[in-house]
């Protein structure tokens, strides 16, 4: 079992910048991948970053490429993403994720936060 939560959402004007920061605890964390996926109303969740737990190699979606930036500190077992330039389209609740492989798919993951909301406007 592995358990997630999310923090730092919040309300940023455009152009601001937010980071976000997600807890894991649980065993054998060190064989899984933790990403981030936002859901704005209406919307399928969607892939935002993701990023192995070694930090060696990361995935990030074409709409945020530039703009975020995923880490990792194993040891506090936080995943952390920092996002820069924020549009009002990037509005949407933000989840953490684990998963055993480097994917866009939300059905790769196994074990889900709770989210933080996001909103983006002036």
């Known amino acids: 079992q592995v358990q997630l939560v999310e923090s730092g959402g919040g309300l940023v004007q455009p152009g601001g910048s937010l980071t976000l920061s997600c807890a894991a605890s649980?065993?054998?964390?060190?064989?899984?991948?933790l990403g981030w996926f936002r859901q704005a109303p209406g919307q399928e969740r969607e892939f935002v970053a993701a990023?192995?737990?070694?930090?060696?190699?990361?995935k990030y979606a074409d709409s945020v490429r530039g703009r975020v930036t995923i880490s990792i500190d194993n040891a506090k077992k936080t995943v952390s993403l920092q996002m820069d330039s924020l549009k009002p389209e990037d509005t949407a609740v933000y989840y953490c994720?684990?998963?055993?492989?480097?994917?866009?798919?939300?059905?790769?993951?196994?074990?889900w936060g709770q989210g933080t909301q996001v909103t983006v406007s002036s």
């Open positions: 994720a684990a998963g055993r492989f480097l994917a866009r798919t939300t059905t790769i993951y196994d074990y």
């Open positions: 649980g065993r054998t964390l060190s064989s899984y991948v």
């Open positions: 990023i192995t737990w070694s930090g060696t190699s990361t």
